[in-house]
């Protein structure tokens, strides 16, 4: 099968209200390019020297998702053109964000990482902080920066349960915050292994990319 038939193949599965970003990290220009002739236009990046690379060699028009963590001396770069920063795990990178987005005359949106996997590896801010942060004064100042949403990771494990739990609980967070954040429209949860387990428990994005594209090309 194409990647162009395993992307429409995931598409078909899922409801029809929910993005499929296709994760092109370490993927060939031509692959991304394919997709794009078939539709496709989000696209997730967890390096953002790639990413920058990529968003120059293709179409202006594609939405590309920072999907990776983000340090805050690398923002200027995908300042220009991001369309969706997925991993905020701290103020101090608001405020970069919204400086850099300032700078552009442009609105940045982003989702606030939330730590939900037992991994130390993991990033994320504990669920309590994602509501200090929308309540904090200094977020308050930021005009170029919006949280539109959450983004969290599950453990990596075959335990299905703890999974869908971990997924059941950022959700949750998610639903109490949208009582007083109206703006909060995404919900970033689910990758290759467990997007269909992320849909049920909420999802509204899902990050999927050995499944279209097929294995990693790691050097």
Not at 16 to 42: C, F, H
Not at 148 to 173: C, H, P, S, W, Y
Not at 202 to 207: A, F, Q
């Amino acid at each position: 099968m194409s990647i162009v038939d395993n992307y429409n193949k995931i598409k078909n599965t899922i409801p029809e209200n929910i993005t499929l970003v296709a994760v092109s990290k370490t993927k060939p220009i031509e692959d991304i390019q394919e997709l794009y002739d078939a539709g496709v236009r989000d696209f997730g990046e967890n390096k953002i020297q790639e990413m920058c690379e990529k968003h120059e060699a293709l179409p202006k028009d594609i939405r590309w998702h920072m999907i990776g963590h983000v340090q805050s001396n690398k923002v200027k770069y995908m300042a220009e053109f991001v369309h969706l920063v997925h991993g905020v795990h701290k103020l101090s990178l608001l405020k970069e964000i919204n400086k850099r987005a300032e700078q552009e005359n442009r609105v940045q949106n982003v989702l606030l990482q939330v730590k939900i996997a037992e991994e130390d590896s993991k990033y994320g801010m504990q669920l309590h902080e994602a509501r200090e942060i929308l309540e904090s004064e200094k977020y308050e100042t930021y005009k170029n920066v919006k949280v539109v949403g959450l983004m969290g990771m599950a453990t990596f494990t075959d335990d299905t349960e703890q999974i869908r739990e971990e997924f059941k609980a950022l959700n949750q967070l998610f639903l109490n915050l949208k009582k007083d954040y109206p703006q909060l429209k995404t919900l970033s949860m689910g990758m290759s292994g467990d997007y269909e387990i992320a849909i049920k428990e909420g999802s509204t994005l899902v990050r999927v990319g050995s499944k279209i594209f097929g294995e990693r090309n790691y050097h």
